[in-house]
């Protein structure tokens, strides 16, 4: 037993040391201008500017709230004022450490790593997350797709990977890697599933690469309506990978139909007045009223539906008209949800529900693609991480939801063998054949 123990924390930490790790920043989109900091688990020591150490493992039983004045950060724990720093830096003390972000008038939130909080040009507070990059990565899946099947969050997680290592710079000029909103990927919380942490952990190491094994952009929409988009047709670069393909797996989903109906004054007007169409003209007329898509279409009556889309807030451009000449008004019949470019995720939902693999997933949406395996971590000790993961899932199965508190997560429960008291419960002595898996040639 003590062995498994003292493998797995040599495991975890090594994973931990060798992960690459990205900062990014919270709450982009809000203004915050007080923030009260919890600790879920583990502790945390909070530096003031670069060196001042402003207290030592700080953990449960405390709480940090965090002020601008002026440029610097005003700091005070348990109410107790404790001064004002350029930047105040929450530094994890242990590999698994959560933090419970709550600003005032915005929903609370939870990271894990590290936060370094300053005062941005707006005198709001700045808030970014040092993060491993799969912590990243699982959080993203967790924001970006629903589902069930760790193979969907495989797939999520492969592709938001790829965009991520492609567009690591993004942000560079203003200090950090990625925003948490959709401008980058959605980072809405840290990942609290244990399935979304699987799925990202069986894709490790994969990206996907074009015929030149170059990284791909890997745009993806909600529900493609059963037919793909060209790039072109959306955007301007035709992309060689980024193909119009049939979809029939995002038939009958969530987002595949969806309709609007508009007056028949307003429909006729948008096109007469802002795009200056006669539509005394019998044919443009009759086209406007009457237009059809079987196949994806680019205009109607030389109008973009990308332009007709945005100025409609339709949910998509694969639409057809229906004319109601008693009511004098139009029903725009349309599919799927989204630009239709590249992955349509609930395609994704329905093919992992058919027992299609990930890779023909990603094939299928990404034409010409492969998946590139880089495995710089020993692919053992991914192994080995994976299974703990799945034990904690197949413990879940058996637990009623009350019986799940928020801070017994899959995280605090992974990371709890290294706690002597706990050991013998997480793990099942008669489990010997793990030995066999757990060695390393450190
Ligand atoms: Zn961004």
Redesign the pocket.
Known sequence: MKNITAILCLLLLTLSASADRVKVRLF?NNSIDLINISFDLGTYNLYGGDTTLIAAEVGNDKSVELTPKGKLVHVAIDGYEYGNYPHVTFSATDTACILCLNPRNVKQRTYEGNLIVSVGKNGKLFIINDVEFETYIAGVVQSEIYGTQSDIFRVQAIISRTWAMKNIH??KNEGYN??D?V??QAYLNRCVRPDIMLGTMQSSGMTIVDANDKLIETPFHSNSGGQTANSEDVWREAVPYLRSVPDTFSYHMRQSEWVKVVDESKWLNYFANKHKLDITNDSILNELLTFSQSQRKVRLCGVPLTRIRTDFQLKSTFFSVLYDSTAHRVTLSGHGFGHGVGLSQEGTIRMVGLGIAYDSIIHHYYTGSHIHHDETHPHSYVENYIKQIARIIEEDKNLSTQTKSKKDDWLGRLFRVRDREEREEVYDPTTEELDSDWKYDW
Do not use: N, P, S
């Open positions: 982009t993004k942000h990625f925003c909103q401008h980058c």
